[in-house]
C-alpha cells in the first residue's frame, strides 16, 4: 500500500513558474522510479519526466530546458519545477512511483493552469 499526495499546482501567467511536490508514503522500499505525467482534456494521458532509483531523468521533447525532476530519498518526495511554463503546458499533473517489488501508483493529481 503506498499512497502519492501531489501538491504545488495552480494558476500561472505564461512565462512563469511552478514546483510540484509528490510526497509518497506506505510501504516503500527497494528500487523504485518516480515520474511526473500530465493529462489534458480529452488528450492520453503522457510522460512529461521520469528519474530513476540511480538518478537518470529523461523528458518528453517539449519541456527539456524547462523542467527539471528531482527526488529525496529521505522524504520519499519527488519534484518537477516547472520554469517558462506555455499555453500548451496546461493539465493535469499526476505523479507516479514503479517499483520492481511494489508495483505501480498513482497519485490523484494537481491542476496546472497557464493564462494571462
Known amino acids: 500500500q503506498v499512497q502519492l499526495v501531489e501538491s504545488g499546482g495552480g494558476l500561472v501567467q505564461p512565462g512563469g513558474s511552478l514546483r510540484l511536490s509528490c510526497a509518497a508514503s506506505?510501504?516503500?522500499?527497494?528500487?523504485?522510479?518516480m515520474g511526473w505525467y500530465r493529462q489534458a482534456p480529452g488528450k492520453q494521458r503522457e510522460l512529461v519526466a521520469r528519474?530513476?532509483?540511480?538518478?537518470?531523468?529523461n523528458y518528453v521533447d517539449y519541456v527539456k530546458g524547462r523542467f527539471t525532476i528531482s527526488r529525496n530519498n529521505a522524504k520519499n518526495t519527488a519534484y518537477l519545477q516547472m520554469n517558462s511554463l506555455k499555453p500548451e503546458d496546461p493539465a493535469v499533473y499526476y505523479c507516479?512511483?514503479?517499483?520492481?517489488?511494489?508495483?505501480?501508483?498513482w497519485g490523484q493529481g494537481t491542476q496546472v493552469t497557464v493564462s494571462s
Open positions: 528519474i530513476t532509483s540511480g538518478g537518470s531523468t
Open positions: 506506505g510501504r516503500i522500499f527497494g528500487i523504485y522510479a
Open positions: 507516479n512511483l514503479n517499483g520492481i517489488l511494489m508495483g505501480d501508483y
